[in-house]
């Protein structure tokens, strides 16, 4: 069978490497890809938005299944295009990935699930919003753009003065585009956060073990919000236990939420948690495979991933065996531009690739790279995931961070600290 990936991130080019494992896959394709995806797949020069010409290659060269790895063609429709066009593709409709193409609609569906989340209000206008945030007490919140905007649109206010701020800078500086034209403000919850990704097929469920993100760009969590500076998997912050909760709180109501609203989800349901004194919260969902999650989830994945995502297509999820893990944990350290989540410089050598990717138990991703002159170079804000496994989470961070050493290129940065938040909790035992 062919396949082809659409996208061109970390989570891309682990989904190429993962498929490509698998005997029943041919020729693996990603449009358009990066500079890792060319070495372990081949790469087409169509960008993800183009969906015609995406349509026109798939039926050209036989292409099995698509996989769509990026949320921003899924809420524009690829899905329905891809069916319409009667090819296989992995990914949910336009109706059903509007859970994380509106913010606005994910909240309103999660209060009449009954699904657990914060408190919010939605609003039209940045005057309302504002006289909101006047008239009520000054208590920390978080101001959200509506739309999709990489991972940046969710604004943590510690009191007042911020909260003003990010409502200037979403509704009246549209620093966020269109994202921005609804505003959710919601109370702050504390907490450690996980994520916790399962695959559904509209009726079946199957939940993948849980990760925890690093959101912050800098050590101990500061610093503004980004796509995402690292992950390990699985995290210990959710036991068995809480993982069985959240499947009967959470996914559960919601796949049921959307199947009553007529919007069946077939895909990856990602919901991000804040783990409260409460209990866990949904913080949002996604409709993707995270990025970096998805790096460690498939680092650890030993079944074959194309028997997984075809049954989903088909609606078969309930006749296949569970997916088997490899016992050992893994750690994803995301390697940086200078000047990331800001404005940064690309066109930068990397060197050192071919030295890391010989430390033990290591694959280094690629997200935003690019080929020139026979050189692999920096191309965008994260370049790439550097993911090791380990006998413990301490010893799969020291694999990744050893093969972290080994790369440099000018303004190359990453966090110290991923992880460490699961090696105190073990220390701590």
Request: aromatic share 6%.
């Amino acid at each position: 069978m062919n396949v082809l990936i659409i996208g061109n991130g970390g989570r891309e080019h682990a989904l190429a490497w993962k498929i490509a494992q698998s005997p029943r896959a041919d020729r693996v394709f990603v449009a358009p890809g990066n500079a890792g995806t060319a070495a372990d797949a081949e790469n087409v020069d169509i960008p993800s938005a183009d969906f015609g010409r995406l349509i026109k290659f798939a039926q050209e060269n036989q292409v099995g299944l698509t996989v769509v790895g990026p949320e921003v063609p899924l809420t524009a429709g690829i899905a329905d295009a891809f069916a319409a066009a009667r090819l296989r593709v992995f990914g949910p409709a336009k109706s059903a990935a509007e859970l994380e193409g509106s913010k606005v609609f994910c909240k309103n569906l999660l209060r009449h699930a009954d699904v657990p989340t914060a408190d919010y209000r939605v609003f039209r206008s940045a005057e309302r919003a504002i006289t909101f945030l006047r008239e009520r007490e000054d208590v920390p919140v978080v101001v959200k753009a509506d739309g999709l905007a990489a991972g940046k649109g969710v604004i943590v206010c510690s009191g007042r003065n911020e909260a003003l701020a990010a409502v200037d800078r979403i509704a009246r500086a549209k620093e966020f585009g269109e994202a921005g034209n609804q505003i959710v403000i919601e109370e702050r919850l504390d907490g450690q956060e996980a994520s916790v990704l399962a695959i559904s097929d509209g009726q079946t469920i199957v939940t993948l073990p849980p990760c925890q993100d690093h959101k912050r760009a800098f050590d101990g969590d500061t610093g503004p919000n980004t796509g995402g500076m690292g992950a390990y998997c699985p995290t210990p912050a959710l036991d068995d236990a809480a993982l069985r909760w959240v499947e009967e709180h959470v996914l559960v109501p919601t796949v049921h939420a959307m199947k009553r609203a007529r919007r069946p989800f077939r895909g990856v349901l990602y919901a991000g948690l804040m783990l409260t004194n409460q209990g866990p919260k949904v913080l949002e969902y996604n409709v993707r495979f995270g990025d970096p999650e998805c790096q460690p989830l498939l680092m650890r994945l030993k079944s074959d991933l194309l028997d997984v995502l075809e049954a989903t297509i088909d609606g078969k999820l309930d006749s296949i065996a569970p997916p088997v893990w490899d016992p050992r944990p893994s750690v994803c350290v995301v390697m940086a531009s200078e000047g990331y989540p800001g404005k940064y410089q690309t066109g930068r050598a990397i060197r050192g690739l071919e030295q890391a990717a010989k430390v033990p138990d290591v694959k280094v991703f690629h997200a935003g790279t690019a080929t020139a002159a026979g050189q692999v170079v920096s191309n965008g804000g994260r370049v790439l995931g550097v993911t090791a496994l380990g006998s413990t989470v301490a010893a799969a961070k020291l694999q990744a961070y050893t093969a972290v050493k080994a790369i440099r290129w000018d303004g190359a940065w990453c966090r110290k600290d991923i992880s460490d938040r699961a090696i105190a909790a073990a220390v701590g035992k």
